[in-house]
């Protein structure tokens, strides 16, 4: 099993950023994909960005303002998050794929007021 936890969330202004941190624990073997799904109220969980080997994958609407990175060493991810708009409003979930398992975190709440 692997366990995930997020941090990092919490409210901002519009225009703002922040940053968060999912550590991953237990039983790491060979993480493959690390990314950031996210879940607004009353709508379906959309991915964010994924970061595999070095390559990442933004959806459309974060491209340019959202950054991923991973520490490997540390078995980290994390998403950097600029020019933040009131839409990206929504529980953060970090997911990691190993040996074609997924695991999710419990999310990070992220409120960006207009």
């Known amino acids: 099993q692997v366990q995930l936890v997020e941090s990092g969330g919490g409210l901002v202004q519009a225009g703002g950023s922040l940053r968060l941190s999912c550590a991953a624990s237990g039983r790491i073997f060979s993480i493959n994909t690390m990314g950031w799904y996210r879940q607004a109220p009353g709508k379906q969980r959309d991915l964010v960005a994924t970061?595999?080997?070095?390559?990442?994958n933004y959806a459309d609407s974060v491209k340019g303002r959202f950054t991923i990175s991973r520490d490997n060493a540390k078995n980290m991810v994390y998403l950097q998050m600029n020019s933040l708009k009131p839409e990206d409003t929504a529980v953060y979930y970090c997911n990691v794929d190993q040996w074609a398992m997924n695991y999710w975190g419990k999310g990070t709440l992220v409120t960006v007021s207009s």
């Open positions: 970061i595999t080997s070095g390559r990442s």
